[in-house]
Protein backbone atom coordinates (compact mmCIF):
# COMPACT_ATOMS: atom_id res chain seq x y z
CA UNK A 1 0.00 0.00 0.00
CA UNK A 2 1.33 3.35 -1.26
CA UNK A 3 1.84 5.88 1.98
CA UNK A 4 -0.53 8.59 1.81
CA UNK A 5 -0.14 12.37 1.86
CA UNK A 6 0.24 13.73 5.15
CA UNK A 7 -1.07 17.22 6.11
CA UNK A 8 1.48 19.84 8.28
CA UNK A 9 -0.73 23.04 8.46
CA UNK A 10 -4.03 24.09 7.41
CA UNK A 11 -5.53 27.90 6.99
CA UNK A 12 -9.60 28.95 6.92
CA UNK A 13 -9.43 31.30 3.53
CA UNK A 14 -13.01 31.44 3.28
CA UNK A 15 -16.30 31.09 4.91
CA UNK A 16 -19.69 31.08 4.40
CA UNK A 17 -23.23 29.26 5.57
CA UNK A 18 -22.58 26.35 2.77
CA UNK A 19 -18.96 25.79 2.60
CA UNK A 20 -15.20 26.57 3.78
CA UNK A 21 -12.27 26.96 1.33
CA UNK A 22 -8.88 25.83 3.35
CA UNK A 23 -5.18 25.73 2.76
CA UNK A 24 -3.19 22.14 4.10
CA UNK A 25 0.32 22.18 3.53
CA UNK A 26 1.39 18.64 2.40
CA UNK A 27 4.02 16.03 2.59
CA UNK A 28 3.65 13.95 -0.62
CA UNK A 29 5.21 9.98 0.04
CA UNK A 30 8.14 11.28 -1.47
CA UNK A 31 8.97 13.85 1.03
CA UNK A 32 8.06 16.90 -1.53
CA UNK A 33 6.00 19.79 -0.37
CA UNK A 34 3.59 21.08 -1.31
CA UNK A 35 -0.53 23.22 -0.82
CA UNK A 36 -3.18 21.65 -1.29
CA UNK A 37 -6.74 23.46 -1.74
CA UNK A 38 -9.91 22.39 0.26
CA UNK A 39 -13.78 23.28 -0.44
CA UNK A 40 -15.23 21.50 2.97
CA UNK A 41 -19.52 20.99 2.40
CA UNK A 42 -21.25 19.03 4.50
CA UNK A 43 -23.06 15.47 3.71
CA UNK A 44 -25.77 16.04 1.44
CA UNK A 45 -28.88 14.05 0.24
CA UNK A 46 -30.00 13.11 -3.61
CA UNK A 47 -33.29 11.43 -3.70
CA UNK A 48 -34.92 9.89 -6.67
CA UNK A 49 -39.05 10.75 -6.38
CA UNK A 50 -40.10 7.40 -8.17
CA UNK A 51 -43.65 6.49 -9.19
CA UNK A 52 -43.58 2.92 -10.39
CA UNK A 53 -46.57 2.27 -11.39
CA UNK A 54 -46.33 5.49 -13.42
CA UNK A 55 -42.46 4.32 -14.31
CA UNK A 56 -42.46 8.30 -13.80
CA UNK A 57 -39.47 10.54 -11.96
CA UNK A 58 -39.58 13.57 -10.19
CA UNK A 59 -37.27 16.41 -10.86
CA UNK A 60 -36.26 20.27 -9.85
CA UNK A 61 -35.37 22.52 -12.32
CA UNK A 62 -33.23 26.10 -11.56
CA UNK A 63 -30.51 28.32 -12.27
CA UNK A 64 -27.31 27.02 -11.49
CA UNK A 65 -25.02 30.58 -10.67
CA UNK A 66 -21.61 29.28 -11.56
CA UNK A 67 -23.00 27.60 -14.41
CA UNK A 68 -25.09 30.38 -15.93
CA UNK A 69 -28.29 27.66 -16.70
CA UNK A 70 -31.09 26.60 -15.94
CA UNK A 71 -30.64 22.84 -15.37
CA UNK A 72 -33.19 19.36 -14.39
CA UNK A 73 -31.99 17.48 -11.86
CA UNK A 74 -33.29 14.92 -8.77
CA UNK A 75 -33.92 17.02 -5.57
CA UNK A 76 -30.79 17.18 -2.84
CA UNK A 77 -29.15 19.46 -1.03
CA UNK A 78 -27.66 19.78 2.76
CA UNK A 79 -29.53 21.35 6.00
CA UNK A 80 -29.24 24.31 6.65
CA UNK A 81 -27.20 26.51 8.78
CA UNK A 82 -24.75 24.15 8.84
CA UNK A 83 -27.10 21.78 10.73
CA UNK A 84 -26.52 17.84 10.96
CA UNK A 85 -28.98 15.64 10.12
CA UNK A 86 -29.12 12.03 9.89
CA UNK A 87 -28.96 11.10 6.31
CA UNK A 88 -32.62 9.59 5.89
CA UNK A 89 -34.00 12.35 7.84
CA UNK A 90 -32.34 14.79 5.01
CA UNK A 91 -33.53 12.65 2.32
CA UNK A 92 -37.24 13.36 3.75
CA UNK A 93 -36.53 17.01 4.05
CA UNK A 94 -34.91 18.16 0.60
CA UNK A 95 -37.43 15.90 -1.02
CA UNK A 96 -40.81 17.74 1.23
CA UNK A 97 -38.77 20.99 1.00
CA UNK A 98 -38.41 21.18 -2.89
CA UNK A 99 -41.18 19.03 -4.52
CA UNK A 100 -43.61 18.76 -1.73
CA UNK A 101 -43.67 14.86 -1.89
CA UNK A 102 -43.87 13.30 0.88
CA UNK A 103 -42.56 9.38 0.62
CA UNK A 104 -43.61 6.51 2.66
CA UNK A 105 -40.48 4.55 1.29
CA UNK A 106 -36.89 6.32 1.67
CA UNK A 107 -34.61 3.49 0.47
CA UNK A 108 -30.75 4.30 0.39
CA UNK A 109 -28.99 3.41 -2.13
CA UNK A 110 -25.13 4.38 -1.89
CA UNK A 111 -22.88 6.99 -1.52
CA UNK A 112 -21.10 9.28 -3.95
CA UNK A 113 -18.16 11.54 -3.79
CA UNK A 114 -19.03 15.04 -5.38
CA UNK A 115 -15.09 15.91 -6.22
CA UNK A 116 -13.09 13.91 -4.35
CA UNK A 117 -9.92 15.51 -6.19
CA UNK A 118 -10.66 18.80 -4.62
CA UNK A 119 -13.82 18.86 -1.99
CA UNK A 120 -14.61 16.79 0.98
CA UNK A 121 -18.42 16.49 0.09
CA UNK A 122 -20.01 13.00 0.08
CA UNK A 123 -23.71 12.46 -0.65
CA UNK A 124 -26.03 9.86 0.11
CA UNK A 125 -28.23 8.45 -2.91
CA UNK A 126 -31.98 7.46 -1.88
CA UNK A 127 -35.05 6.10 -3.67
CA UNK A 128 -38.19 7.42 -2.47
CA UNK A 129 -41.61 5.85 -3.55
CA UNK A 130 -45.12 5.55 -1.81
CA UNK A 131 -45.21 9.51 -2.87
CA UNK A 132 -48.02 11.72 -1.45
CA UNK A 133 -48.43 14.92 -3.29
CA UNK A 134 -47.76 18.31 -0.69
CA UNK A 135 -46.81 21.89 -0.68
CA UNK A 136 -43.16 22.56 -0.99
CA UNK A 137 -41.19 24.26 1.62
CA UNK A 138 -38.21 26.14 -0.60
CA UNK A 139 -35.83 28.05 0.93
CA UNK A 140 -35.36 31.60 0.00
CA UNK A 141 -32.62 30.84 -2.95
CA UNK A 142 -34.90 27.88 -4.01
CA UNK A 143 -37.26 30.51 -5.19
CA UNK A 144 -37.16 30.00 -8.92
CA UNK A 145 -37.15 26.23 -9.28
CA UNK A 146 -39.66 24.51 -10.53
CA UNK A 147 -40.61 20.55 -10.29
CA UNK A 148 -42.52 18.04 -12.64
CA UNK A 149 -42.87 14.56 -13.39
CA UNK A 150 -41.27 12.83 -16.39
CA UNK A 151 -41.79 9.36 -17.68
CA UNK A 152 -38.11 6.91 -17.51
CA UNK A 153 -38.24 7.34 -21.64
CA UNK A 154 -38.61 11.68 -21.43
CA UNK A 155 -35.61 11.52 -18.61
CA UNK A 156 -33.69 9.29 -20.72
CA UNK A 157 -34.52 11.59 -23.95
CA UNK A 158 -33.16 14.59 -21.60
CA UNK A 159 -29.68 12.79 -20.62
CA UNK A 160 -29.15 12.55 -23.96
CA UNK A 161 -30.21 15.51 -24.87
CA UNK A 162 -28.00 16.78 -22.91
CA UNK A 163 -30.62 18.76 -20.28
CA UNK A 164 -29.73 16.60 -17.71
CA UNK A 165 -26.36 17.05 -16.76
CA UNK A 166 -25.68 17.10 -13.19
CA UNK A 167 -23.01 14.68 -12.21
CA UNK A 168 -24.82 13.32 -8.72
CA UNK A 169 -28.20 12.64 -10.55
CA UNK A 170 -26.71 10.55 -13.26
CA UNK A 171 -24.51 9.13 -11.09
CA UNK A 172 -27.79 8.29 -8.60
CA UNK A 173 -29.08 7.27 -11.68
CA UNK A 174 -26.79 4.31 -11.86
CA UNK A 175 -27.63 2.92 -8.29
CA UNK A 176 -30.73 2.85 -9.14
CA UNK A 177 -29.87 0.38 -12.39
CA UNK A 178 -28.04 -1.52 -10.40
CA UNK A 179 -31.03 -1.90 -7.77
CA UNK A 180 -33.44 -2.54 -10.92
CA UNK A 181 -31.04 -5.49 -12.20
CA UNK A 182 -30.28 -6.94 -8.56
CA UNK A 183 -34.51 -7.44 -8.53
CA UNK A 184 -34.72 -8.78 -12.12
CA UNK A 185 -32.25 -11.52 -10.54
Do not use: C
Not at 55 to 61: A, G, I, Q, Y
Not at 98 to 104: D, F, H, M, S, V
Amino acid sequence: MTAAIRRTATREVYRNNWLTLREDDIVRPDGSTGVYAVVDKQTYALVIPYDPDGDRFHLVEQFRYPLGLRRWEFPQGTAPENQHLEATALAHRELREETGLRAETMERLGQLDVAAGMSSQRGWVFLATGLTEGEHEREHEEQDMHSAWFSRAELNAMIRDGEITDAQSLAALTFLMLREREIQR
